[in-house]
T-cell receptor
Framework: GNSVTQMEGPVTLSEEAFLTINCTYT??????LFWYVQYPGEGLQLLLK?????DKGSNKGFEATYRKETTSFHLEKGSVQVSDSAVYFC???????????????FGQGTILTVHP | DTGVSQNPRHKITKRGQNVTFRCDPI?????LYWYRQTLGQGPEFLTY????????KSRLLSDRFSAERPKGSFSTLEIQRTEQGDSAMYLC???????????????FGPGTRLTVL
């Protein structure tokens, strides 16, 4: 079945450090891939997405590239800020037909804490 | 604000009671999803609607759970005879019409946190 695996956290960084959060997915079909972010006390917000191989999603300084050969969608940011402290979720949806189209499968989430 | 809204935001109930949650999707989004999120985990799919039709239900959705979307707009999720294991955050999401922009981009509400004592 579909699954998503994220690197285990928590991740603690100093401000302006480089961030990588690894995410791999099962290669069933050609799924759309997403990163969602959940700030304390808030709901999930879409951070970025990619819908086909070699696509790069980007937003707010975050980037992730859809790598079909390694079935990965790692999240990166060159210089994190304290305000980036949140929980980050990698997710996949299926682009195949049928009733599962659009249903999201999430990773377990990675807690990021950025210190000044 | 035209985002997804959920009510109530918090619900505390005693074991065995029934609870009902409401979700109002972004207007004109014809797909609506329910997920459950427990502490330290990612959201897990429960069910989804295309307009008023419930198209898929997860195995997680036991007989005590029922969801409706009678007019294709807001949706309700009811849990009967609640158990302590039902304690979780219940998330609702909506996505636009496939023809307009693809159904895969889901926009989430703030969630309803259920605590069963």
């Amino acid at each position: 079945g579909n699954s998503v695996t994220q690197m285990e956290g928590p991740v603690t960084l100093s401000e302006e450090a480089f961030l990588t959060i690894n995410c791999t997915y099962t290669a069933t079909g050609y799924p759309s891939l997403f990163w969602y972010v959940q700030y304390p006390g808030e709901g999930l917000q879409l951070l970025l997405k990619a819908t086909k191989a070699d696509d790069k999603g980007s937003n707010k300084g975050f980037e992730a590239t859809y790598r079909k050969e390694t079935t990965s969608f790692h999240l990166e940011k060159g210089s994190v800020q304290v305000s980036d402290s949140a929980v980050y979720f990698c997710a996949r949806a299926s682009n195949a037909g049928g009733t599962s189209y659009g249903k999201l499968t999430f990773g377990q989430g990675t807690i990021l804490t950025v210190h000044p | 604000d035209t985002g997804v809204s959920q009510n109530p935001r918090h619900k505390i109930t005693k074991r065995g009671q029934n609870v009902t949650f409401r979700c109002d999707p972004i207007s004109e989004h014809n797909r609506l999803y329910w997920y459950r999120q427990t502490l330290g985990q990612g959201p897990e799919f429960l069910t989804y609607f295309q307009n008023e039709a419930q198209l898929e239900k997860s195995r997680l959705l036991s007989d005590r759970f029922s969801a409706e979307r009678p007019k294709g707009s807001f949706s309700t999720l009811e849990i009967q005879r609640t158990e302590q294991g039902d304690s979780a955050m219940y998330l609702c999401a909506s996505s636009p019409n496939f023809l307009a922009g693809g159904p895969n981009t889901q926009y989430f509400g703030p969630g309803t946190r259920l605590t069963v004592l």
